[in-house]
């Protein structure tokens, strides 16, 4: 096992332990069932990518494509829409895939291209509940701009093994010379011009535990996929995202060759 992938199983695992502490706090609380628990349907373009270890978040950006981080690592992978209907069900209407393909200059040792796409077997239907995420026309930078970064986390009940809470959450494009100084001295590896950073400057400082991979959204158009944070991207703390209008002609160049 390499390094990189010690960092994430690492950081993993620091949520993890603090999210048990403040659940031992909390038990005598609410319990709640899954029915009540605030979970959104609206239309999605979030896929669970469930595997033998960590899940990752995908993002549906063709009818037959999902885009997610390389650094994910999926053995026995078993792709669902990520929506409440399939909450605890028994995976039904499981999605299958054909091939994925991993950016050919992504290694453990860095974050740089840390992309990877998935094909599905069968085009999926898009309709009110599957919506795709649109990539950017243009690679400006957004610094400065509030974005959405989507996706899926767990609330206090951390033994569940499914995600129970879908958030969205606005967080500021910081300018790339905020994201080197403020976090480069703790970052496990170097930011490049191939990724950028966001976050909200007041995050709350709670555990959390969120699934990887997720995408932020700027102006529609889908900017980043997640490779690592400090903390939980989906409550404010800072992201670092590969900059997906860096590379949309290899995504566009795999969508036509496989
Ligand atoms: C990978 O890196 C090589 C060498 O720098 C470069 O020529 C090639 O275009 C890169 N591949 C992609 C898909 O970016
Ligand atoms: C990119 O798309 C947005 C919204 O779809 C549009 O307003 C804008 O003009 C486009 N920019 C370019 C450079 O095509």
Redesign the pocket.
């Given at each position: 096992m390499n390094h990189h992938f010690l960092v994430f199983s690492m950081l993993t695992v620091v949520a993890v332990t603090a999210t048990i502490v403040s659940v031992a706090q909390g038990l005598e609380r609410e319990i709640l069932s899954p029915e009540q628990m605030n979970i959104k349907t609206g239309p999605t373009f979030l896929i669970f990518l469930y595997s033998e270890y960590e899940p990752c978040l995908g993002t549906l950006i063709h009818e037959q494509w999902i885009l997610t981080a390389a650094h994910c690592f999926l053995p026995y992978l078993e792709i669902d829409i990520a929506s409440k209907r399939d909450y605890f069900d028994d995976m039904k209407g499981k999605l299958t895939y054909h091939l994925s393909v991993q950016?050919?200059?992504f290694t453990r040792g860095s974050a740089e291209?840390d992309l990877m796409l998935i094909k599905l077997k069968e085009p999926l239907k898009l309709n009110d509940q599957v919506k795709l995420a649109v990539l950017p026309n243009t690679t400006d930078n957004r610094e400065g701009e509030m974005c959405t970064v989507s996706g899926w986390g767990w609330t206090w009940q951390v033994t569940y093994v499914y995600p129970d809470i879908q958030i969205d959450q606005k967080v500021l494009w910081f300018s790339a010379e905020c994201c080197q100084q403020s976090q480069v001295s703790e970052a496990p590896v170097q930011v490049t011009e191939n990724m950028f950073c966001a976050g909200s400057p007041s995050a709350p400082r709670q555990s959390c535990k969120e699934m990887t991979a997720a995408p932020i959204l700027c102006q529609n158009q889908l900017y980043g996929i997640l490779s690592w944070s400090k903390g939980c991207a989906l409550r404010g703390d800072t992201g670092y995202y590969t900059k997906i209008s860096h590379?949309t002609?290899?995504i566009l160049?795999v969508i036509r060759t496989y």
């Open positions: 950016h050919p200059n291209n590379y002609d290899w160049k």
